[in-house]
């Protein structure tokens, strides 16, 4: 039995400035998904935009998730750093928990898209 994945098209790779995320909304089947795309050089990560502590979302205005150094994803209320390789917490209240991860498809022509 194969599994047929679905996917939606969020952006191109270059849409996302180096070191800097970008918030989506998304519905699929009538759920709504929050997430963010953070990337640092060539490589493009996806997460849930939900605070892993508090269940809320991480940013306080549109596409404003990263520390002031640019170094890490951080929770706008809290203040919790996530690393942006792994979105493993690595400072706060949720110190040792993650950001859930996305699986997302890069295609040749740098288009990144969300699978589920």
């Known amino acids: 039995m194969s599994l047929c994945l679905s996917r939606h098209f969020l952006c191109f790779k270059q849409d996302i400035p180096n070191y800097q995320a970008r918030g989506f909304n998304i519905e699929i089947n009538q759920d709504k998904i929050e997430l963010l795309l953070v990337r640092q050089d060539a490589r493009v990560q996806a997460y849930k935009n939900h605070c892993p502590h508090l269940g809320i979302p991480l940013n306080w205005q ?15 209320t ?26 997302l498809e890069r295609r040749d022509d740098n288009e990144l898209w969300l699978q589920f």
């Open 78 to 103: 809290h203040g919790a750093l996530f690393s942006l390789e792994d979105g493993h917490c690595i400072a706060g209240p949720c110190t040792g928990q993650n950001l859930t991860t996305l699986a």
């Open 62 to 76: 549109p596409d404003e998730f990263m520390s002031l150094e640019g170094s890490h994803i951080q929770c706008s």
